[in-house]
Every structure is written in C-alpha cells, then in structure tokens.
Nanobody, 123 residues
Framework: QAQFEESGGGQVQPGESLRLTCTPS????????VGWFRRAPGKEREGVSCINISDGVTYYADSVKGRFTISRDNTKNTAYLQMNSLKPEDMVLYYC????????????????WGRGTQVTVSS
C-alpha cells in the first residue's frame, strides 16, 4: 500500500523560509495529484496548496498566495512546498496527501496521507 512521508519541518523566525518535502514509498508519485494541508490545534484542517498530475495546475489558499510555492519532480519521486516569509500563524502541523483525481483543496478526495511535519515560527 502506498505511504507518504513529509519532512522539512522545523523552527524558524518570522520572515524566514522552509521547504517541506513529500515522498511516497511503495508507489510512484507520478500517479497522484499532491495536496498540502495544515491543521492548528482545535481547528479544522485547511487546504494549503495542491498540484495536479498532468499539467501542473496548482491551487493556493488565499492565506499563502505569493509566499508558498508547490512543485513536484516525478523523476525524484518528490513533491515540495516552498514556504517563504513565514508568519506566526503558519505555525501548525503540515500534511501531504495524494489523490488519484485531479487535486483540489477538498481533503475528501485524498486517499493517502502522511503523518505530518511540524512548522514552528517564533522569534
């Protein structure tokens, strides 16, 4: 069964950057649209960004537009979320997810989820 794992989380100061990565095991990434979601304690899961399988069409939540960039390199079997100009409100747990459909900010379409990587933004 396909499994996905996130990495790259950590602690940074406001304004700094992090790059999250998402890698599968047991399958090739090229079969899936990839989404990044996040959830703060006590809040609903939020769709951050997604990238589809074929033509790389992407989606970004308004809260991250202009700061975050999603990409994928199927030759390396890896998807990325470059996060720049991080803010304290970005300090949450981030998940990558994979969908056999086109990809969207709707979590219900994603069948495979990683366990999450923590991002901490603090001065």
């Amino acid at each position: 069964q396909a499994q996905f794992e996130e990495s790259g989380g950590g602690q940074v100061q406001p304004g700094e950057s992090l790059r999250l990565t998402c890698t599968p095991s047991g399958c090739g990434l090229g079969r899936y649209a990839v989404g990044w979601f996040r959830r703060a304690p006590g809040k609903e899961r939020e769709g951050v960004s997604c990238i589809n399988i074929s033509d790389g069409v992407t989606y970004y939540a308004d809260s991250v537009k202009g700061r975050f960039t999603i990409s994928r390199d199927n030759t390396k079997n890896t998807a990325y979320l470059q996060m720049n100009s991080l803010k304290p409100e970005d300090m949450v747990l981030y998940y990558c997810a994979a969908s056999s459909y086109q990809g969207s900010n709707w979590a219900g379409e994603y069948a495979y989820w990683g366990r999450g990587t923590q991002v901490t933004v603090s001065s």
